[in-house]
Structure formats: C-alpha cells, structure tokens
C-alpha cells in the first residue's frame, strides 16, 4: 500500500491510499478518481515528503517504555495487580461474568474482553462491571 498526497484542479488537498504506484494510474487513466472535497475529476499527485523509518536508540526506546507519570505509575501498578490476581477470559467476558452472577460457575477475579453493548446489558442486569484503563496484553503470533 502506498499513501498519495493529492490536490484537484479547485485547489483542495487530500490524501488517499493505493495498492501501487501503477493501480493509481489505472484508476486516474479510467476516470475513477475525484476529489474528497469537491468531486472534481481533475486529480493529481501533490508534493509529499518521504517517510523514512529511523531506528530508535535502546536508550530512548527504554525511556518511551517507563511509566513518567504518577497516573502512569498508578495505571502499571493496577494492571500487574488485575493481571496477578484474575484469570484472564478473553472475549469470553461477558459470558463468564454473567454465568458467575446466575451461580452456574464459581465467583472468581476475571477480566477480559467485552464491547459496549455487552458491557451495558451486564450493567442492566445488575451485574457489577468496569471498565480498565488498559488493553490486555495479547499475543501477536
């Protein structure tokens, strides 16, 4: 993917993203293109400056990675408390929050995954959820 800065014949800047270098041609070439702003048909590439990936310093990686902040300290602290004392259900959350609310499953520390529906139609049903002020850790592979 390729990322075009572009401006029409009227003067408006946007910017959009490509396939490649040649699937922006063929879109333009087939008239498949306009402006964001105004619709106009008239789109060229507009000057952009490269993005160039600078490898971080170790020093400077570790220093972005330590909590600065008192509030920051506190949000580090509470997740390794969540993390050391509750089992983590995933998507789950929901489900195993309401199955220990009904007493069909033992009552455990848990946290986990749910979205704002889930989590409003726990709170209807009198069942005691938070919100954290973290995401869970999840494994990339």
């Known amino acids: 993917m390729i990322q075009y800065a572009l401006r029409c014949d009227q ?3 946007f ?3 490509f396939q490649s270098a040649s699937a922006f041609e063929t879109l333009k070439n087939a008239g498949h ?3 964001a702003i105004c619709g106009s048909a008239a789109v060229e590439k507009a000057v952009m ?3 160039v990936a600078v490898p971080a310093k170790a020093e400077t990686t570790a220093a972005l990675r330590k909590p600065e902040t008192e509030g920051e300290k506190a949000i580090t602290a509470l997740r390794r408390h969540v993390e ?3 089992d ?3 998507t789950r959350f929901a489900e195993e929050a309401r199955s220990m609310h009904l007493g069909e499953t033992p009552e455990r520390a848990i946290y986990g995954e749910a979205n704002g529906a889930e989590a409003r139609k726990l709170i ?3 069942i ?3 919100a954290l002020p973290f995401l869970p850790n999840r494994k990339a592979n």
């Open 33 to 35: 293109m306009s402006c």
């Open 88 to 90: 983590y259900v995933g």
């Open 128 to 130: 005691p959820v938070a």
């Open 49 to 51: 400056s490269p993005r």
């Open 15 to 17: 910017d959009s993203w």
């Open 11 to 13: 003067g408006h800047d």
């Open 124 to 126: 209807e049903d009198g």
């Open 84 to 86: 050391a004392n509750s």
